[in-house]
T-cell receptor, first 111, second 115 residues
């Protein structure tokens, strides 16, 4: 079963614009992680935010977490064509021993 | 150590045949995971090892599926009597088990096509 629900399912923007993806989940978590997947490849870990953190930055990435709403967002600033990929949120639920992934957002950056 | 390696990258098999995939995790990682991903979907958990012990199996892992991790190093995933519904990308990942709050390192996956 997939706990995370991502929104939107697909997003197409112009190069240089900012991209925002949202993730909602259902249970209490230890942390929430974001991954990127290029077509036909494995997933690449982008950023992890712990349940007691509200915001985290890594380069052009900004992640927020609202545990009261059970939601997270991933912001990619100044997008580039190379950011074209699918982005997945994954939750490390309390009491679980594995990550549960959402269905992903397909991001297309148009040059 | 260049990361998680999976072999083969692609496998085409006839329905009813058995297939085996291999995963070599990052050497210092004691946790190893198998996921399955179909087109347009997120990865779905199959099974998890801590060292050589298989600690959790998903209900997705029918009795046709078996996974091993002898000596806590590489792992194999075998599918017996393959069905067309088994066609998917099979992903392996590893992580450090020193505590929570570690990301996974994924391999490039094995794409299985059952014809």
């Amino acid at each position: 079963s997939q706990q995370g629900e991502e929104d939107p399912q697909a997003l197409s923007i112009q190069e240089g614009e900012n991209a925002t993806m949202n993730c909602s989940y259902k249970t209490s978590i230890n942390n929430l992680q974001w991954y990127r997947q290029n077509s036909g490849r494995g997933l690449v870990h982008l950023i992890l935010i712990r349940s007691n953190e509200r915001e985290k930055h890594s380069g052009r990435l900004r992640v927020t977490l609202d545990t009261s709403k059970k939601s997270s967002s991933l912001l990619i600033t100044a997008s580039r064509a190379a950011d074209t990929a699918s982005y997945f949120c994954a939750t490390d639920a309390a009491g679980a021993q594995k990550l549960v992934f959402g269905q992903g957002t397909r991001l297309t950056i148009n040059p | 150590d260049t990361g998680v390696s999976q072999d083969p990258r692609h496998k085409i098999t006839k329905r009813g045949q058995n297939v085996t995939f291999r995963c070599d995790p990052i050497s210092e990682h004691n946790r190893l995971y198998w996921y399955r991903q179909t087109l347009g979907q997120g990865p779905e958990f199959l099974t998890y090892f801590q060292n050589e012990a298989q600690l959790e199996k998903s209900r997705l892992l029918s009795d046709r599926f078996s996974a091993e991790r002898p000596k806590g190093s590489f792992s194999t995933l075998e599918i017996q009597r393959t069905e067309q519904g088994d066609s998917a990308m099979y992903l392996c990942a590893s992580s450090s088990g020193q505590g929570r709050n570690y990301g996974y390192t994924f391999g490039s996956g094995t794409r299985l096509t059952v014809v």
